[in-house]
C-alpha cells in the first residue's frame, strides 16, 4: 500500500470537484431543457456536493505543494499556475456551493412549488463558471507531470533507485501518446 502522502492524498480527491461540477452542469443543462424538477434538485445537490469537497481538495494541494518543494523533475512555475487557477474555481464553487444548496433546501421545503427562476438562472451561471474554472485548473494541473522535463529524457538520471524512472521500452514511440 502506497505511504499516505499529501501529493497522494490530493490526487486522490482532486477529481470530485471535476466530476461533481461537470454533473451538475449537465443536469442544469437538462433541466434547462426539459423542465424536469428532479434535474434542478440534482443539479442543486451536486453542486452542494462540489462546494463542500473543493476546500478540502483546494487545501491538500497546497500541503502537496509545501510537501513537493519544487523538484527538478517537475517545470518551473506549473504548480504555482494550477495552484491560482485552483483558488479561483474554489471561490467559484464555493459560491455556486452555497447558492445551489439554498436553492436545493428552498425547493425541498417546498414541494409544491415551481424552483424560482431567479435560482434555476443562478444554479446555472454557477455551474457553467464552476465547470469552466474546475477544468482548466485541472488541465493546468495535468501539466505538472505531463510536462515534466524528465519525460524528455532518453534514459533515466543516473543514480535513481529502480522504478522511479525507467527509459522508455522504444524510444522511437516514447511520447506519441501527449
Known amino acids: 500500500m ?22 451538475g452542469l449537465i ?22 456536493i462540489a462546494g463542500l469537497i473543493v476546500y478540502p481538495v ?7 505543494d509545501h510537501a513537493l518543494r519544487d523538484p527538478w523533475y517537475i517545470k518551473s512555475g506549473v504548480i504555482d499556475a ?5 483558488g479561483i474555481a474554489m471561490v467559484i464553487i464555493l459560491v455556486a456551493g452555497v447558492v445551489s444548496a439554498y436553492g436545493w433546501w428552498r425547493a425541498l421545503k ?4 415551481v424552483i424560482p427562476a431567479w435560482i434555476r438562472a ?29 519525460l524528455d529524457l532518453p534514459t533515466a538520471p543516473a543514480g535513481l533507485p529502480p522504478g522511479i524512472a525507467t527509459p522508455p521500452r522504444d524510444s522511437s514511440r516514447a511520447h506519441t501518446a501527449r
Open 27 to 48: 443536469a442544469a443543462l437538462g433541466g434547462l431543457v426539459l423542465g424536469r424538477r428532479g434535474l434542478w434538485l440534482y443539479a442543486m445537490g451536486t453542486l452542494t
Open 110 to 113: 417546498r414541494r409544491d412549488e
Open 2 to 23: 502506497p505511504t499516505l502522502t499529501w501529493p497522494y492524498v490530493h490526487l486522490l480527491i482532486n477529481h470530485f470537484p471535476v466530476v461533481l461540477t461537470t454533473m
Open 122 to 150: 443562478l444554479v446555472l451561471i454557477g455551474a457553467l463558471a464552476g465547470f469552466g474554472s474546475v477544468s482548466w485548473a485541472a488541465f493546468l494541473g495535468g501539466k505538472i507531470i505531463h510536462e515534466a522535463p524528465v
Open 58 to 64: 483546494h487545501f491538500t494541494g497546497d500541503q502537496a
Open 82 to 86: 494550477h495552484d491560482n487557477a485552483a
